[in-house]
């Protein structure tokens, strides 16, 4: 019997500004793999990728090309989080109800673009308003292939409170967080689909643990997504499943809290986390390779 195909599928969660934590943990993954040789960029060895609000548009940041080119990587998107992020996730009290500022950064960051210039398998979530269910951009959906990639990760990250819907073919859609903050388990489908007669390693990033107040539903569905994920890979034994998601010791749990302060807690828990769990990436390269 041939070996089967190993294929990464990448799964990151929403969260706003904690889109450092999870760029802090995807700058590390990357450099484990150059170590390794398993591949000269993150980019370059993803086969799926999935995400919901900030997590889509990391998501697209690292798989999209531009002449034969990487167009990010994920360091070029810490830093343009560290340096952009206090105008784009900012307190909706703050701000005018229709301010553009995020959804003009990914039309600059992503011009002329669209969906179907994504060479990977993917899945974008958002949330329709009108019939009130998630609307998922994948790559199987035709109609949707021309849409600008900068529309739909618009889409899929506009905060109720901090930035206007955005009307498509339609539909009224909405930052995906609020049904699909954690998207592992649609991009599981999805990859199932897709490779169908391939070994599966499902690699989900998120953007910190919640507690307290915080803790709310959709916390815990984004839990049960992860309890889903680890009863599948203890059933199927040519699935994998790694789960990345560091607790906030010194950082703030809210999505907008934009300070330069909070960045940097942010980058601090993030390498907190890659140091404390050492073995857990290990047994990540292990896999792959």
Not at 108 to 133: A, E, M, P, T
């Amino acid at each position: 019997m041939s070996a089967k195909n190993k294929r990464l599928i990448v799964s990151i969660d929403g969260g706003g500004i904690r889109g450092v934590l999870s760029l802090v943990l995807l700058r590390h993954i990357e450099k484990l793999f150059k170590n390794k040789n398993i591949s000269s960029s993150l980019g370059s060895r993803i086969d799926m990728i999935a995400g919901t609000s900030t997590g889509a548009i990391i998501s697209a940041g690292l798989t999209i090309q531009q002449n034969g080119d990487f167009l990010y990587t994920p360091d070029n998107l810490l830093t343009l989080y560290r340096m952009r992020g206090p105008k784009l996730f900012t307190d909706s009290k703050s701000i005018d109800k229709n301010y553009q500022g995020l959804s003009n950064l990914l039309k600059r960051k992503f011009n002329g673009l669209l969906l179907s210039d994504l060479n990977v398998k993917f899945v974008f979530v958002s949330y329709d308003v009108k019939s009130n269910l998630p609307f998922v951009f994948n790559d199987q959906l035709s109609d949707l292939q021309d849409v600008p990639l900068y529309l739909a990760l618009s889409a899929c990250s506009a905060i109720p409170g901090l930035f206007p819907s955005i009307s498509l073919q339609g539909h009224e859609l909405i930052d995906g967080f609020i049904t699909t903050k954690n998207p592992a388990w649609k991009a599981y489908q999805h990859a199932q689909k897709s490779f169908p007669e391939d070994e599966l390693i499902l690699v989900s990033v998120g953007t910190g643990k919640l507690e307290g107040e915080m803790f709310d539903e959709v916390e815990k569905n984004a839990l049960q997504v992860d309890e889903q994920l680890r009863k599948k890979e203890s059933q199927n034994p040519s699935f994998s499943y790694f789960r990345f998601q560091p607790e906030l010791f010194t950082a703030a749990q809210n999505m907008d809290e934009v300070s330069q302060e909070n960045i940097k807690a942010l980058i601090h828990d993030g390498k907190k986390y890659i140091r404390e769990n050492e073995l857990i990436f290990a047994d990540l390269i292990d896999k792959l390779l």
